[in-house]
């Protein structure tokens, strides 16, 4: 009987100290972030919305560091974003290119005419913040305090019961991803 136990708490001891040892190595080989990435990425909208050509605001804030991408593709974030990003690179301004969208005017938000909905769940699949909520085969909504507008779920949906409609919210209530577009470069 000593000696299951002397083996238990030998094993323990094993499995703790290799959990210290991978958690400092965590710790000591994580890859540091690159601060201009990160600077980039705290200006754009955050929709996720992949108009630029990247799958969300991240990747476009590496590829805009390494200068793999120009600052004019961001339809949501527009001419306002263009700008901050051009006066922190030191880049000429530029206008928005037309061949990634037009910048919306006011906050546009989905909206799923709930009659209509058939629940095929494919909108949930789509939406890059998760601001549907529903499950298969039942009626799904959208939480509009969550959508960024990025009309990624109307693609997808089958019976097209997905629009998108103009918040009429005033500018100071707008969620940080519509306010990201007038920070300043920080």
Known sequence: MTMVWTTWIILGGMASAIGVALSLAGLLLRPEEDALTIRIESLLPQTQCAQCGYPGCRPYAQAIAQ??????????????????????????????DPHYGEEPSVPQRAQINESRCIGCALCLKACPVDAIIGAPRFMHTVIADQCTGCALCIAPCPVDCISLHADETPRWQWPLPQLAKLRSVP
Do not use: H, K
Not at 71 to 90: D, F, K, S, Y
């Open 67 to 96: 200068g793999d991408a120009p600052v004019n593709r961001c339809p949501p974030g527009g001419q306002a974003l263009i700008e901050q990003l051009a006066g922190m690179l030191g880049l000429e301004v530029q206008t928005l």
